[in-house]
């Protein structure tokens, strides 16, 4: 052999070293998040490759263990979806119910103090979800989002202010996840929404515009349990004729203010 040349690292147990430990864990994590945030009716294969950058083989190696812990499971003959295990680990119903039912005294308020429509949504694997909406008194009102409506987390100002909320790593895998189909709202970029998470943070709240109604704007702000964890994102919409700048301040005084009240923390 010749002395440049040297034999591959091994574990003299044989098992895999902690570098390669590190990267099936992330890929792991990168095919679940894909799987969460897909349809109910499951992924195919072909797409899960496809949104995680994995090739076929790998995919099903990972899905072989991860149907094995009970934390995916075949939803129909070609089609994977989130197993028994990782369902009992989610949010029970229960307390998304709670929650919703919190979040609708939330909207009101504001709502009723600005007299635009407001919005609530939580995080859906790498979407956001729509879990309530209470319209305004001002003749104008933007509904274009509904209740149950999903969308990438961080095209709207809901989802920005709870995106922004996450951890880095959660942000990068989020918008990873999500750049295949964050072009379809007006031209965002996955470089563009990183610099709307980074710009939100510095703020302390999340404006955006246009990237899903045309005209609109809207200010969010991320909603955050006793715990310090951020569970929701709460924003107010309506014409860019009336969200100024001190408009967008005074609201989100009122989203504050109505959280506060409302037995949430709001920073």
């Not at 909320?165 to 189909?181: F, G, H, K, P, Y």
Request: glycine share 8%; proline share 4%.
């Amino acid at each position: 052999m010749q002395q440049n040349v040297h034999p591959a690292d091994k574990t003299h147990s044989g098992k895999p070293c902690p570098v390669d430990e590190s990267k099936t864990l992330t890929r792991g994590l990168a095919l679940m998040d894909a799987i969460l945030a897909g349809p109910e009716e499951g992924l195919r294969v072909v797409s899960l490759c496809r949104q995680t950058g994995l090739e076929r083989a790998t995919v099903y190696r990972l899905l072989a263990a991860l149907q094995e812990a009970n934390y995916v499971r075949l939803v129909s003959r070609f089609h994977y979806g989130s197993g028994p295990r990782w369902n009992a680990l989610a949010q029970p119903k229960q307390l998304r119910e709670d929650l919703t039912v919190q979040l609708k005294a939330v909207l009101a308020q504001v709502s009723k103090s600005c007299g635009d429509a407001a919005f609530a949504v939580v995080r859906d694997g790498g979407l956001s979800h729509c879990i309530a909406r209470q319209v305004g008194v001002h003749p104008v009102q933007v509904l274009e989002i509904q209740v149950g409506t999903r969308q990438p987390l961080g095209v709207g100002a809901a989802g920005l202010a709870l995106l922004s909320a996450l951890s880095d790593r959660d942000v990068t895998a989020v918008i990873d996840l999500n750049e295949a189909a964050l072009p379809l709202f007006r031209g965002m970029t996955p470089e563009r929404l990183r610099m709307m998470v980074t710009a939100a943070r510095e703020r302390g709240w999340a404006v955006i515009g246009n990237h899903v109604t045309h005209g609109v704007l809207a200010v969010g702000m991320p909603v955050y349990d006793k715990a310090g964890d951020a569970i929701a994102g709460i924003s107010v919409a309506t014409t860019e004729e009336r969200m100024p700048k001190d408009r967008q301040r005074q609201i989100v005084r009122f989203i504050r203010q109505a959280l506060r009240s409302n037995g949430f923390t709001a920073y």
